[in-house]
């Protein structure tokens, strides 16, 4: 948890202007808000381990009959009797099948170091409670990133990523905030369906810009300006509730005064 936690100071560090007081802990339910497939946990069907699987339809459905990786691998040698096999149907498979019928969510794959309560995995570094992470380090309470360092809050195949927090259906991005269907994209906040922005802010459905704000290019000076009080009021109000009351996703219904920048 050490490096983990080190990772999420860092981020923060790099893209809030500043350290957030606290453990990542203490950011998991903001972290998890719109991050679909999170990591939860059950008790195994046959004892009171643990048992980390993805929140996803597919795998809900296998609850009652869920193990660990380590209990699959000896109730797989488990089989029913040739007396069974030759009595069974339909109609009575489910009964005769109950000894057998587990599985386990917790699929792991190539090396893995230091990563803690994930499900279906690898080969990663320092990757925690989060679930498909492949090919990547340093990845806390997300979903399917992949080759992918420092994410944080992100979801949807955030491919080829590094040091964002709660980005979502996106590729090769890097220290962006609230960035949501973009791609190519540096040093970005609160943008929707962009590519090839460096330095942006605000940004709907555009690509190519630099130093802009609401789709307007306003010059480094001004955005710099801007962007460090942005970043103040977010590390202020994530210090206070551990929470933000914006996202990508409910800015727009805020109104044009939702995000009030406070001035200096």
């Not at 498979?93 to 499900?119: D, F, Q, V, W």
């Not at 992100?154 to 996106?170: G, L, W």
């Not at 210090?239 to 990508?248: A, T």
Request: one cysteine or more; proline letters at 3%; aromatic letters at 12%.
């Amino acid at each position: 948890m050490e490096k983990i936690e080190r990772a999420f100071r860092r981020t923060c560090e790099l893209l809030l202007d500043g350290p957030l007081p606290g453990g990542i802990d203490e950011y998991g339910q903001w972290l998890t808000k719109h991050v679909k497939g999170k990591v939860i946990w059950r008790k195994s069907a046959i004892s009171a381990r643990d048992v980390f699987l993805p929140d996803v339809d597919f795998y809900r459905r296998l609850e009652p009959n869920i193990v660990t990786l380590d209990e699959s691998l000896e109730l797989g040698k488990n089989a029913i009797s040739l007396k069974e096999v030759e009595s069974i149907s339909l109609s009575n498979a489910r009964g005769k099948l109950g000894k057998i019928k587990t599985t386990t969510p917790e699929i792991i794959y190539g090396e893995n170091i230091g990563s803690e309560e994930c499900s279906n995995y690898g080969p990663t570094q320092y990757c925690y409670r989060s679930t498909f992470c492949w090919f990547s380090k340093y990845i806390a309470y997300s979903f399917w990133p992949r080759e992918s360092e420092h994410l944080f809050g992100c979801s949807n195949v955030a491919a080829n990523c590094n040091f964002s927090i709660h980005c979502y259906s996106s590729t090769k991005l890097s220290r962006c905030f609230e960035v949501n269907d973009s791609n190519s994209c540096t040093d970005c906040y609160f943008c929707h369906n962009c590519e090839n922005l460096v330095e942006c802010m605000f940004c709907f459905n555009t690509k190519g810009k630099r130093y802009a704000i609401g789709n307007k290019e306003v010059g480094r000076e001004a955005y710099m300006r801007i962007k460090k009080l942005v970043q103040e009021q977010i590390r202020s109000e994530l210090s206070e509730s551990k929470s933000l009351k914006y996202d990508i996703y409910s800015l727009a219904i805020f109104g044009t005064n939702a995000f009030k920048i406070k001035q200096a």
